[in-house]
């Protein structure tokens, strides 16, 4: 996780009580919205695929489908990313990018969820196309064009390239220091 990861270690190894405070005094309510999501996150003008991939990171953080994250919530996604052991990082990736819940991936969503991640960190360095070509056919060993739970995970496991790719595309570390570092709403002083 590289510079990112030293630094929200060090945020998660604060006091919970002072975390508490500067989650609460972003969201006054202790709840987050997707519209505050989305503000923190300034997706004004971004595309569609982004701000339907930050609606899909959204609901997988709202664990208890109540349209909000809340503070457990928050925590708990938060450890799972920094902390969360490789098989349940690997579930976490599989539900974002299993749009339609059909419990299986089709490369179109993940096209989808790769091209979104682009869109917002910015970064075009390889077309997403190709980095679902090479996943699919690496791992989609009965080339069905769609991958299951375990197919996905034992796949990443076995191959050390795509998990490594896979881990830099879904680093959602920028996006985890704006929310806890209280990046500045428009229109606050």
């Known amino acids: 996780m590289g510079a990112h990861g030293s630094n929200l270690d060090e945020i998660l190894a604060e006091d919970m009580h002072h975390w508490y405070n500067k989650f609460m005094r972003e969201s006054p309510s202790g709840l987050i919205t997707l519209f505050e999501l989305k503000t923190m996150l300034q997706m004004q003008g971004?595309?569609?695929e982004a701000s339907s991939y930050v609606d899909q990171v959204f609901y997988t953080f709202d664990m208890d489908g109540d349209?909000?994250?809340d503070f457990v919530e928050y925590i708990a996604a938060v450890s799972l990313l920094l902390k969360g052991a490789i098989n349940q990082k690997l579930k976490w990736y599989f539900k974002l990018f299993d749009q339609d819940g059909n419990g299986k991936i089709d490369k179109e969503e993940m096209e989808?969820?790769?091209k979104a991640i682009q869109d917002i960190?910015?970064?075009y360095e390889v077309p997403p196309e190709e980095i679902v070509t090479l996943i699919y056919e690496r791992i989609d060993v009965n080339?069905?064009?769609?991958?299951?739970l375990e197919e996905f995970i034992t796949g990443a496991k076995d191959h050390p390239d795509i998990m490594e790719m896979l881990?830099?595309?879904?680093d959602l570390t920028q996006?985890?220091?704006?929310?806890?570092?209280?990046q500045k709403k428009p229109g606050q002083a």
């Open 121 to 123: 960190t910015r970064s």
């Open 143 to 148: 080339n069905e064009g769609e991958l299951t």
């Open 175 to 182: 996006v985890l220091e704006i929310i806890v570092n209280g």
């Open 167 to 170: 881990t830099k595309m879904m």
């Open 112 to 114: 989808t969820i790769f």
């Open 46 to 48: 971004m595309t569609e």
């Open 67 to 69: 349209g909000y994250i």
